[in-house]
């Protein structure tokens, strides 16, 4: 065949520089959301300020004729304290913290349900058409309420002067009435519950009363202690009694002829010691009425000390008394041992008779001191009842004098209203501003949000950058722009080729033979025209270069033979080109060969039978997602040039350049065709 590149000195260099082996390394680059962003918008910055300045105007002026101008009214209670000193440090910190709880109590008061509806019963007492749907709800969610130190501030607002105006002094209005309805019926049930009290304490008073009476009969307690304890003595003396009396009669009954002497001498004892103990008791009384006279005359006759003395006195000669009975009853009762056994009987019948007489009135006594000690303790309960009724009726009535007299005082502070609600002459806030700068910006957003929605859905090819995930295994050649200017197109494909030239192996490619660059479109760019170009840049650089038309997806033919009566096995001699153009291979003539009916071993046999014959054999292999045979093509080739165009499904690319990427022996490399004039891979 025509043309070795055995001839061409530019062949041999080209194939010098093809055989040194060239490792491409690069890694995959990070992804920035940035430039990311930057890639979306790129080209969309106009549309994206017409429609932000459409959106924003539009919402803006919705806005700003929806505002509103609000008027703000506000009223002012002064809580007062009752005592000066409580809002300064006197040292009692507990009145202080009353009064501040009262504060805050009245706050909460102010914001309760029943002042607001009685509130929205005082507006609507006014027909306006505002508080057609008031209701104590809403009220209390238009109407601000906060405390600052011993005031409680409230405020408003309304769209109507007013309104707003109305409805805060409605609020206080309702509040004082509430306040001085609520300290009335407090003042009226306090007053209520006390008298009733007073009523029932009197009744238990008098019944107390009524008890001691019956219970003390005419006998005070100050005659009970001096009556009992006279009791207790009279039966310590007949307890005494009572023994000596039946000692004696003991002593008679054992008595006998010999022991009369006996008797006598015991008789005699006990005479003598009872003179002794009636001496002793003389001295005593003679001691205690020396103390008498001392005491009345630093006393006088009626109190305490002078009617306790004269009570020992008086127990003192009884029980003197008591003895001197006695010992006439041991005289007696010795004459009567004197005497023989008639006497002698006679004598313990009466000793009996006595004896029995002693421990009846011994029985009685005690019965009329267990009786009088039951009275004792009785009264003394009651006295002490009497006493806790009468302290509790008294603190009643200190309660109902302070009710009925100083009412006032019974909180620690007063309410009074410092300032009523005015209607105000300038708006508080004018929404109108507001919600045109909202509307405005809300529409920016939605322009932007739109838009940049738009980028991410439509998911297209734009700009050659879009490929920056792909670089690293498949350089980017060459940018064709879409519109050029006079000779753009073919610095283009000389760019194109340059690269091609300089395009790094992936192994050692053996020397003499052709460098097979397969075109294809990936996605739905068309190649033919750009591998024609490219193979006739090769020829304008003197190398001796073949072009294939292997497209066989579109079913064109040709009227002469050409690449698919080669794949048949026929030997087809390509159509020599004119000075400066490359040799020409037609799609062929036989339609029976079509895109489905090759294989690997006809395109690799077929490509080899031009190999030692040229020094470039560029070939056409159609599109990668419509023909079936631009795989096979890719693999048979030393390099593949993918045509992209803007527009391409970015998703569909990904998919092709995973394919495509490892089936060539040096590897592939992208070409963007049709870039817009802001594609950043354009030479400017």
């Known amino acids: 065949m025509d043309g070795s590149v055995v001839d061409n000195p530019d062949a041999e260099g080209f194939a010098g520089a093809e055989v040194a082996d060239f490792v491409q390394a690069g890694e995959p680059a990070e992804f920035s959301p940035f430039a990311a962003l930057g890639r979306l918008m790129r080209g969309r910055w106009l549309v994206l300020v017409v429609l932000a300045g459409l959106f924003g105007a539009g919402f803006g002026a919705l806005g700003f004729t929806s505002g509103k101008k609000i008027y703000e009214s506000q009223a002012i209670l002064r809580i007062s304290a009752r005592e000066p000193g409580i809002l300064f440090a006197n040292g009692d910190d507990s009145k202080l913290k009353l009064f501040q709880s009262f504060v805050k109590a009245e706050t909460t008061y102010v914001a309760s349900h029943p002042v607001m509806r009685r509130a929205v019963e005082i507006i609507k007492e006014v027909p306006s058409p505002y508080s057609e749907e008031l209701t104590a709800r809403r009220l209390a969610e238009s109407v601000s309420i906060r405390r600052k130190e011993a005031l409680i501030v409230l405020k408003s607002a309304s769209v109507d002067a007013e309104f707003a105006a109305r409805k805060v002094n409605a609020v206080v209005d309702a509040y004082l009435a509430l306040h001085e309805e609520g300290k009335e019926k407090l003042a009226s049930f306090r007053e209520s519950e006390l008298a009733t009290r007073e009523v029932d304490l009197l009744q238990r008073l008098n019944a107390v009363k009524a008890q001691t009476l019956e219970v003390g009969g005419e006998f005070g307690m ?87 003395k004269r009570e020992e006195i008086a127990i003192i000669d009884r029980a003197m008394a008591d003895r001197r009975q006695q010992i006439q009853v041991l005289g007696q009762t010795g004459a009567l041992t004197e005497g023989g056994e008639a006497s002698r009987e006679e004598s313990i019948a009466e000793i009996q008779a006595l004896l029995k007489k002693v421990s009846d009135q011994l029985q009685t006594a005690r019965d009329d001191a267990r009786e009088l000690n039951r009275k004792r303790i009785e009264l003394t309960f009651l006295e002490e009842e009497r006493d806790e009724l009468r302290r509790m009726l008294d603190e009643t009535r200190r309660a109902l004098d302070v009710i009925r007299v100083e009412s006032r005082n019974s909180m620690p502070g007063l309410v009074e209203a410092m300032s009523r609600g005015v209607v105000s002459e300038n708006p508080a806030e004018n929404t109108a501003k507001m919600l045109g700068a909202g509307g405005g910006l809300g529409g920016m957003v939605l322009a932007v949000v739109l838009v940049i929605g738009y980028g991410l859905r439509r998911g297209r090819f734009r700009f050659s950058d879009d490929l920056w995930r792909h670089v690293w295994q498949m350089p980017l050649l060459a940018v064709f722009p879409a519109k050029t200017g006079k000779g753009g197109d ?195």
């Open 222 to 308: 100050a005659s009970l202690v001096k009556t009992h304890i006279e009791k207790v003595s009279q039966i310590e003396g007949l307890v005494a009694r009572r023994a000596e009396v039946a000692a004696t009669l003991a002593a008679l009954e054992s008595q006998t002829g010999s022991g009369s002497a006996d008797m006598a001498d015991q008789e005699i004892m006990r005479a003598t010691l009872l003179d002794r103990a009636l001496a002793d008791l003389n001295f005593d009384k003679a001691k205690r009425e020396a103390e008498l006279s001392t005491l009345l005359r630093r006393y006088a006759d009626g109190t305490s000390q002078v009617r306790e």
């Open 490 to 684: 073919d610095d283009a494909v000389f760019r194109l080729r340059n690269a091609v030239l300089l395009f790094p192996s992936r192994s050692t490619r053996p020397s003499r033979r052709a460098r097979i660059i397969a075109v294809s479109g990936l996605e739905r760019a068309e190649s033919r025209a750009l591998s024609r170009a490219l193979a006739d840049s090769f020829a304008t650089a003197r190398l001796n270069t073949l072009f294939i038309d292997a497209n066989l997806a579109t079913g064109t033919t040709s009227d002469t033979a050409g690449w698919r009566e080669v794949l048949t096995g026929e030997t087809v001699f390509p159509m020599a080109g004119d000075p400066g153009k490359a040799a020409v291979l037609e799609a062929g003539r036989d339609a029976l060969v079509g895109d489905a009916s090759v294989s690997v071993r006809a395109v690799r046999s077929a490509l080899e039978t031009y190999a030692e014959d040229y020094a470039v054999i560029v070939v056409d292999a159609g599109s990668f997602g419509k023909g079936l045979s631009a795989e096979l093509i890719a693999s048979a080739a030393d390099l593949v040039v993918g045509v992209v165009t803007p527009g391409d499904r970015l998703a569909r690319l990904n998919d092709a350049v995973s394919r495509v990427a490892a089936l060539p022996r040096h590897g592939a490399g992208f070409v963007v065709q049709k870039a817009s004039r802001k594609d950043p891979g354009l030479m400017r």
